[in-house]
């Protein structure tokens, strides 16, 4: 088993769409949890960053954290077609190293 | 502008080359990273740098080899040895929990 699962899609929404992506782990002592947005041939820009469970809104972005079920998720509001990217969740534990999920295609047309 | 500046965008190498790929910050950041990412594949890590000087193997490291001569550099050689070096190589580096990418380069063998 991996120590960070998240279902590559791709996901196919319609504009406006609420879109949900999410990521299940394994390992415990993850404390920090990031999501990165990644546009084709581009580097991933880092979009959320939450160390606690619960909620952490961002504009359309909401990141939850549920430490107990070791479940992350990222909700896209009102999704646009420009939110058309592979979402990448990544998580940190005592070390400096990220661990990365796959990533998730979305797709949002129009 | 603060940033991570990664050379070339792209890189044709020919079989049996070494060659460089270039990595600068100016975000004062005290680790660097070096991930290859493949399709479908997610970011795997090849090395990783905490402090001037030093460095750590990650889960690939084979066929690559790098320095941290200086804060903000940390460049990354792919050597004849590794037998399949196309791929997106993404250069990232982290304060602390977050970590922040490059914009990546392309190599491929020719």
């Known amino acids: 088993q991996k120590e960070v699962e998240q279902d590559p899609g791709p996901l196919s929404v319609p504009e406006g769409a609420i879109v949900s992506l999410n990521c299940t782990y394994s390992n415990s002592a993850f404390q920090y949890f990031m999501w990165y947005r990644q546009y084709s041939r581009k580097g991933p820009e880092l979009l959320m960053y939450?160390?606690?469970?619960g909620n952490k809104e961002d504009g359309r972005f909401t990141a939850q954290v549920d430490k107990s079920s070791k479940y992350i998720s990222l909700f896209i509001r009102d999704s646009q077609p420009s939110d058309s990217a592979t979402y990448l969740c990544?998580?940190?534990?005592?070390?400096?190293?990220?661990?990365f999920g796959r990533g998730t295609s979305l797709i949002v047309h129009p | 502008d603060g940033g991570i500046t990664q050379s070339p965008k792209y890189l044709f190498r020919k079989e049996g080359q070494n060659v460089t790929l270039s990595c600068e910050q100016n975000l004062n950041h005290d680790a660097m990273y070096w991930y290859r990412q493949d399709p479908g594949q997610g970011l795997r890590l090849i090395y990783y740098s905490q402090i001037v000087n030093d460095f750590q193997k990650g889960d690939i490291a084979e066929g690559y080899s790098v320095s941290r001569e200086k804060k903000e550099s940390f460049p990354l050689t792919v050597t004849s040895a590794q037998k399949n070096p196309t791929a997106f190589y993404l250069c990232?580096?982290?304060?602390?929990?977050?970590?922040?990418f490059g914009q990546g380069t392309r190599l491929t063998v020719v």
């Open positions: 939450t160390y606690s469970s």
């Open positions: 990232a580096s982290s304060p602390d929990t977050e970590a922040f």
């Open positions: 990544a998580l940190r534990g005592g070390s400096y190293i990220p661990t």
